[in-house]
Structure formats: C-alpha cells, structure tokens
C-alpha cells in the first residue's frame, strides 16, 4: 500500500516522462547521420557511466529482475527507434500507445483485478493519440519493430516493480543492456561524422542524457509510486509532449482534428490523476 505523498511522487514521474521523452524523441529523426543503433549506444553508455559514477562503482546486485531489465529493455528501445525510421513517429506511437494493454493481459494472467479508470483512460488516451499522430503510410516493417517495442515494454513495466535493486541500479544495467545492442547493432557503421563535427557531438550528448539518463530516471520515480498498469497508462502520455514539442522545436503543424486528440488525451490523463490520488487516499 503505497502512501498519498508517493502517489504525488508518482505524478511527478510522470510529469518527467512526458518532459523527458517530449524533448529526446523527436530527434531520433533528426539526427540522421547516426543509425538507431548509433544512438542506442550513445545514450546507453553514457547512462551507464553517469550511474557507475553515482553508485561509486559498486554495480553489483543479487536481483535477478535487475538483470532481466539489461535482457529486455534493449529491445524495447531498439524497436521504438527503428519503427520511428522505419514508418515514422505517428504510427510508432501509436502502436507502442497500446503498451498498457500488454500490462492488464499481465495482470489478468496472474489474476490481479484491473479498476475501471485505468482501462477507461487507456481507451480515452489511445483514442486522442490515434487523432492526433495518424499520418504516414504502412509499413510491415515499420509495423513488426513498434509491436516488439510494444511488448517488451509493457514487459519492461512489470520488471522495474518487481526488481528490488535501488533506482540507480536499475538505471545502470538496463542501459548497459541498451548500449550493448546498440555497439553489437552498429559494428559496420560509420563514426566519421560524430568524429569531425563537434556540433554533432553536443547534440547527441543531450539527446542521450535527456533522452536516456533523466528519462530512466524519470520512469524509476512513476512506476516505484504507482500502480503498474496506472503508471503504464499515464506515461502514454509522453505522446502528447512528443506532439508538442515537435510543433514547436520542428515546425509540425496540428489540424483542428489533430489537436481535438490531444485534449481528449490531455483530458483522459487529467481523470486517471485525480481517480488514483484519490483511491489511494482512501486507503491510508
């Protein structure tokens, strides 16, 4: 039973992810001279250095989900970045929006009852985010990367609730697990670019601490002071700084249609917010 000033902590974890992803993601694209798996590997070491440095070395830990977090969140990301290659955001998003779905088929397997506000919201949110990122055209490929990226995220969720291990563990072996991928993935790319233009460089140092170090710990912080399938139906909601911050830093554009989807998004996440603050209230 988690207290009501966690459920605070929770929302503000939240609130990181939406920051967090809103500023990194939609520079996946745009840092085109690197591969998705160039970028998996800047973000992943650079992670895991920062969190090395901060648990002053001592890495290790008896916790095996710790260890299935570094086996399963490389794929999670691997598969987010290239669908976003491979189709574009819009219907990457939308898929990976479908994450929380994998969450309640978790919990129905171990017949844990699912409240109705989550899986209202969820309907709500996915509803808005349809309207507001549809674009583009199909693709299997683009459309099998976002599925795997899909299941082991929700995957990924249960894992984090279930490792024991402190936040920054955590943070260290699932990015040693995404910098690893990302190094095996781009053994035959170029590293001329990042080499000769400093700019560049800079660049993908933030991408990788906002994108990757903050964004971990951001995730750690919602789903440590929240119901799983809670957290995992509002960090859905970083779709929506996605949108927004790619208006304002890309020039995209929002048709009436689009923005109607995001307020019906915004609106989905404002009634979860309220539904869980105040159901865990009553049980203190």
């Known amino acids: 039973?988690?207290?009501?000033?966690?459920?605070?902590?929770?929302?503000?974890?939240?609130?990181?992810?939406?920051?967090?992803?809103?500023?990194a993601l939609p520079f996946v694209n745009v840092l085109k001279s690197q591969t998705p798996e160039q970028l998996l590997a800047m973000r992943g070491w650079l992670t895991a250095i920062l969190?090395?440095?901060?648990?002053?070395?001592?890495?290790?830990?008896?916790?095996?989900?710790?260890y299935l977090i570094a086996l399963c969140v490389p794929f999670a990301s691997?598969?987010?970045?290239?669908?976003?290659?491979?189709?574009?955001?819009?219907?990457t998003i939308i898929i990976i929006a479908t994450t929380p779905a994998?969450?309640?088929?978790?919990?129905?397997?171990?017949?844990?009852?699912?409240?109705t506000a989550p899986i209202i919201?969820?309907?709500?949110?996915?509803s808005g985010i349809i309207a507001a990122r549809w674009n583009g055209n199909f693709n299997m490929t683009g459309l099998l990367w976002s599925l795997l990226a899909t299941a082991t995220n929700g995957i990924l969720y249960e894992l984090i609730v279930r490792a024991k291990s402190s936040s920054m563990h955590r943070c260290f072996w699932g990015s040693v697990g995404i910098g690893t991928i990302g190094v095996i993935g781009s053994l035959d790319a170029s590293w001329s670019a990042v080499n000769e233009n400093a700019e560049l460089r800079l660049a993908i140092i933030a991408f990788a601490f906002v994108g990757g170090f903050l964004y971990w710990l951001a995730n750690l912080v919602a789903?440590?002071?929240l119901p799983v399938e809670v957290a995992s139906v509002l960090a859905q909601g970083e779709t929506l700084a996605v949108i927004?911050?790619?208006?304002?830093?890309?020039?995209?554009?929002l048709s009436p249609l689009q923005w109607g989807g995001v307020i019906v998004a915004l609106i989905a996440t404002g009634y979860l917010?309220?539904?869980?603050?105040?159901?865990?209230?009553?049980k203190t």
């Open 244 to 253: 927004i911050v790619a208006g304002i830093l890309l020039g995209e554009k």
């Open 273 to 282: 917010s309220r539904w869980v603050v105040k159901s865990e209230g009553q």
């Open 78 to 91: 691997l598969g987010l970045f290239k669908g976003i290659r491979e189709w574009g955001a819009g219907p």
């Open 121 to 126: 919201c969820f309907c709500l949110m996915l």
């Open 102 to 115: 994998v969450n309640f088929f978790i919990a129905w397997i171990f017949g844990k009852k699912v409240s």
């Open 1 to 23: 039973m988690r207290p009501k000033h966690h459920v605070s902590l929770g929302l503000l974890g939240v609130i990181g992810i939406w920051l967090t992803a809103g500023l």
């Open 51 to 66: 969190a090395f440095l901060l648990l002053r070395g001592r890495v290790a830990t008896t916790d095996k989900y710790t």
């Open 223 to 225: 789903f440590d002071n």
